[in-house]
């Protein structure tokens, strides 16, 4: 499919759902989405069948150039779908006293492991994911301590 | 050829203990540096069997716990006795064997899987996952092939009208233009492919298929079982040759001959090693009973006839030769 | 364990057979323990025609307890830390340890990585470093075969239970 | 996906010490028999916590760090992490960088293809085929030498463009290299191909249907292996991929054996390719110069490394360290393929089957 005609059907496909659609680079588009329809943003890319899910990111304290930064910072998870050279990130923010993001492993199962990565690396709570074991951290690591939040600043060596 | 020597040095030195442990050494090196040579690469020196041992026999033995000491030691302990004890009605070295009764073929084929048995529970003896996996992989694959390989051998054993090696090996010698290997084409095959299941070479070797199950029933084995069980291996491997050496290879009359044709011989093995992908348990014994079994079975009828047919040929036949 | 020493021609005599068989067929075993894997395929590269570890002996086993020398590479991630340990202590004696690259010796490129020990040295003993990042298969091979050479003058010494 | 250990079940441990693993990774198989009935993995070994070191770190010293988070493809790391920077900074690195870098990304795919092509032969119990692919393999190495001075980690990339130039000499060992290669290409197409016993290994082991292979999520060979024709190279081009286009090679036989051929014809791809980089080398200088500081910016990079697509999330925030990095490995999207392809197939095929995505735990742990 052309570039251009799939960001265009990203753009109509998300237009209900979307706060705001941003066009940062020419083959990439963000979707800035509440929580609430994150779970129905996702369900629609997938029925178009919109590409694939590329990546799950998780942004410790992004730009406050996005209005409604919680006061004691947050995290903004992306969620990436790839359809040809054109790109669709669906941009969601939790803030950090209660990181509740609802789980898309009904939608895509082979998302459970971007998720345990999102869990055990920035915190971020994952509602309803299948398998929320340690992906890549040893098992000793302390519960509650989050390595790529910018408040870590190293495992104080016991 | 007849070989009088005191029966200790017979049992002990010459064809017996310490030259059969060179021989076994020496063979093994034969074989790993062909196996290296058709895989381009250089390939051990030929002392690497003695360091091997040597080495193995110096370190430390460590008994796991969850294990039955007394088996874990003996086991090794008795496949290399039994073995060693299958050398001894063997024509080795062209020599006729020390000892020799009517029948001893079944003891010998007997004794050398009695090895195969020892390493499979040596095997189960432990509680590690990998030697449970391989002690029933040893033991399936015992089963297995053992049916064709006795009956490829019992080929020219009904051919010889006796089940006694010595009397084989003569008949074989005698009859030395008309090699077994030829006439029993298909005994032959099934015996040489038997022996690399015996010996678990590669494409056989699934009971210690090294990415797998990492070494098999050998895994928890270090130090003097490992070097026993080594040795064991070793000495079948020479048996083994001489063993098809002497029934489908015309026969062992002197050193020469048991020189140059065994030497053949682990130049096909060492190529059947390095020209096949292993194969998975199921296949192996998917092939014996299909394969092995069958095509045994078929060689039998085809002697099975031949013999009671033979005394209308042979007249047929000399008639049209002129005797 | 004192040993008993004996220093009558026949104990001299068989100890020289036994370095001697040590230093001739050392098996070795391989663990990564948190590299980036550039050291591993240079050592698989040793075991490959061109360079043929089994001219000297050196055959590659799956098993701790057949192996004689535990090559390892890698900064020994907090994962690995209690691996590594038990594979070295799974190892009959004598045993020797080669950590093969400069993140085995001083935590290489990944130093102050929060899931990272530092160095092979802090968790087992080691009797010989390769540094390089990765070392060409000739270095490794030269680490090993020095190793063994260091082995025909002082026979080895039992290694000493790591606490 | 730790499915529950009911204690009946015969669970064989693959531990982090396997000789089929050259890398640290815990896989229990629960088994009854021979037939795998469950698998499990547990990955983690290898994780150095890349991405935070790497937020502590400027743009160059990132660069030799991200180059070591895989040693079989350090330079597509390494690519990825310069274009994300440069495309930060709104720079563009000179066509020839582009084609060099184009380059060594091919060869060091006919690299990690023969790599993985002679331990996938080992697992499977055929030591000569892992012989000669690596011997073969020694020739790709002697030429990433020669042009770039180092083996593994070759570091050929600097933010801007690249540091060594393909002289005239070095491109005719190359095209005498390719020569020989491509030979041998067709001669493992043949042994892969035909040999009984290796078809008997691989053929109608770990199929994963198209409808499969979409809902799982791989990508890379073990995607095309299925009929899923993903390939960054052709979707979305970058670096020197824009003038020297790549045909994509896919294959619907959805088995490990489509999987093996798949590799192979890549393999004969990137050897047409290089000798089509070669032919028409761009003139112009090496590299252009970045600031130190990139300005504030946000991007998405996509590579495609040997095993897949591999997914660059950078941002940066005006001082000269990134704020954040993230790197999606393709070994990652490949393990939902195996360990839910796994039960049915026997324990034996297991090491073929890990083998058959090029699993790279050092990629997926970083």
């Known amino acids: 499919m052309e570039l251009e005609t799939a960001l265009q059907s990203a753009e109509t496909l998300l237009q209900p759902l979307a706060v705001e659609i941003k066009r940062p680079e020419p083959e990439r588009v963000d979707v800035y989405i509440t929580l609430e329809n994150l779970k129905p943003a996702v369900q629609t890319l997938v029925d178009a069948h919109w590409g694939y899910l590329a990546a799950i990111t998780g942004v410790d304290k992004p730009a406050p150039a996005v209005a409604g930064a919680a006061p004691d910072g947050d995290v903004e998870v992306l969620y990436t779908f790839a359809n040809g050279g054109a790109l669709a990130t669906l941009r969601v923010r939790a803030p950090y006293t209660d990181a509740q993001i609802p789980t898309i492993c009904d939608i895509i199962p082979a998302a459970t492991l971007f998720e345990r990565e999102l869990i055990e690396m920035l915190g971020v709570d994952c509602i309803g994911t299948p398998d929320r074991g340690h992906l890549i951290l040893p098992d000793e690591w302390p519960e509650g301590v989050y390595p790529l939040r910018k408040s870590f600043t190293g495992l104080n060596q016991e | 050829m007849e070989l009088s020597l005191h029966p200790i040095i017979l049992l002990l030195f010459f064809p017996g203990g310490l030259f059969l442990f060179v021989a076994g050494l020496l063979y093994e090196w034969v074989d ?67 000892y020799s009764f009517n029948g001893d073929l079944i003891v010998v084929v007997y004794l050398l899987s009695v090895m195969t048995l020892c390493l499979g529970l040596a095997g189960a003896n432990t509680a590690d996952r990998f030697s449970l996996v391989g002690a029933t992989r040893t033991l399936t694959q015992l089963f297995s092939y053992e049916a064709p390989f006795m009956l490829s051998l019992l080929g020219p054993a009904i051919v010889a009208g006796t089940w006694q090696i010595s009397e084989i090996n003569a008949f074989a010698i005698e009859s030395r233009p008309w090699w077994f290997a030829f006439t029993q084409i298909v005994g032959f ?62 026969g062992l009359a002197n050193p020469l001959d048991f020189l140059w044709k065994t030497a053949i011989l682990i130049l096909v093995v060492a190529a059947l090693q390095s020209l096949f992908a292993r194969l998975r348990i199921d296949q192996t014994v998917g092939l014996w009973w299909r394969a092995g079994a069958l095509l045994a079975l078929l060689q039998l009828l085809a002697i099975i006839l031949g013999r009671y047919l033979q005394p209308v040929l042979s007249q047929f036949f000399s008639g049209l030769f002129g005797g | 364990m004192t040993e008993l020493k004996l220093d009558t021609p026949w104990q001299r005599a068989l100890e020289q057979i036994k370095t001697w068989a040590r230093v001739n067929s050392p098996w070795a075993i391989h663990y990564n323990s948190g590299s980036c894997n550039g050291c591993d395929i240079e050592i698989l590269a040793t075991l490959t025609p061109r360079y043929d570890l089994e001219r000297f002996g050196i055959k590659l086993q799956g098993s701790p307890r057949h192996a004689d020398i535990l090559i390892c590479t890698g900064p020994v991630s907090l994962q690995s830390r209690d691996r590594l340990r038990r594979i070295y202590e799974q190892m009959p004696d004598p045993k020797f340890v080669v950590a093969v690259g400069s993140c085995g010796i001083s935590g290489g490129a990944f130093q102050g990585c929060y899931n990272v020990v530092g160095s092979i040295g802090e968790v087992i003993p080691v009797d010989a470093y390769v540094p390089g990042c990765p070392p060409r298969p000739e270095a490794i091979i030269y680490g090993v075969v020095a190793l063994l050479q260091s082995l025909q003058k002082k026979p080895a010494a039992p290694a000493q239970p790591v606490e | ?167 005239d000499e070095i491109k ?195």
């Open chain 4, 1 to 167: 996906m730790e499915n529950p250990e009911s204690p009946q079940k015969f669970v064989v441990p693959i531990g982090p010490q396997h000789p089929a693993l050259k890398e640290p990774a815990h896989f229990e198989f629960s088994v009854d028999g021979e037939i795998v009935t469950g698998a499990s993995v547990r990955l983690g070994y290898v994780h150095r916590g890349i991405e935070k070191a790497a937020e502590a770190r400027n743009y160059p010293q990132g660069l030799y760090l991200v180059e070591r988070v895989c040693g079989i493809c350090s330079h597509v790391h390494a690519l990825s992490f310069a274009l994300g920077t440069e495309k930060l900074a709104k720079v563009v690195a000179p066509p020839r960088a582009q084609a060099i870098r184009v380059l060594t990304s091919e060869l060091e795919r006919l690299h990690s293809h023969m790599l993985w092509l002679g331990v996938a032969a080992h697992e499977g119990g055929f030591d000569t085929l892992f012989m000669y692919s690596w011997r073969d393999r020694e020739t790709v190495m002697d030429l990433l030498e020669q042009m770039t001075g180092n083996r593994v980690n070759y570091s050929i990339n600097i933010i801007g463009g690249v540091k060594q130039d393909v002289s």
């Open chain 2, 32 to 98: 790993r540096k062909l196996v290296a040579q058709y895989q381009n690469r250089i390939g051990p020196r030929f002392i690497q069997p003695l360091a091997d041992i040597i080495k193995l026999l110096a370190k430390e033995e460590i008994v796991p716990d969850g294990v039955h000491k007394g088996l874990f030691i003996a086991l090794p302990i008795v496949g290399l006795a039994s073995a060693l004890a299958a050398a001894l009605y063997v024509p080795l070295v062209g020599f006729n064997p020390s």
């Open chain 4, 172 to 366: 005719t060992a190359i095209l005498k290299g390719m020569d020989f290669l491509e030979g041998r290409m067709t001669h493992y197409l043949t042994v892969v191909t035909t040999d009984e016993t290796f078809l008997g290994r691989t053929r109608d082991v770990g199929v994963m249907t198209r409808e499969q292979a979409e809902t799982l999520g791989p990508v890379g060979p073990t995607a095309r292996a299925s009929g899923v024709p993903i390939d960054v190279r052709v979707d979305s081009p970058y670096a020197g991929y824009v003038d020297f286009p790549v045909n994509l090679i896919v294959d619907d036989g959805c088995d490990l054996l489509a999987r093996f051929v798949v590799r192979i014809k890549e393999m004969q791809e990137s050897i047409r390719l290089i000798r089509e980089i070669l032919d028409h080398l761009p003139e112009g200088e090496l590299a252009v110069r970045v600031p130190r500081r990139i300005p504030e910016n946000e991007i998405i990079q996509r590579v495609e490394a040997p095993r897949g697509e591999l997914f660059y999330y950078m941002k940066s925030n005006g001082t000269d360290m990134p704020e954040r990095v993230k790197i999606r490995t393709p070994s990652l999207c490949n393990w939902a393929s195996v360990i839910n392809l796994a039960p049915g197939y026997k324990l034996a095929d297991m090491p073929m089957i890990l083998a058959g995505i090029d699993p790279c735990f050092s990629c997926n742990d970083r």
């Open chain 2, 189 to 250: 095959l099934v015996a040489m492919v038997g022996l690399m299941g015996k010996l678990e070479m590669p494409p056989f070797d699934a009971p210690e298929a090294e990415t797998e199950i990492v070494a098999g029933a050998l895994t928890e084995y270090s130090g003097r079982g490992l070097a026993l069980f080594r040795l064991g291996k070793d000495v079948e491997l020479v048996i083994g040759l001489t063993l098809i050496a002497a029934f489908f290879m015309g």
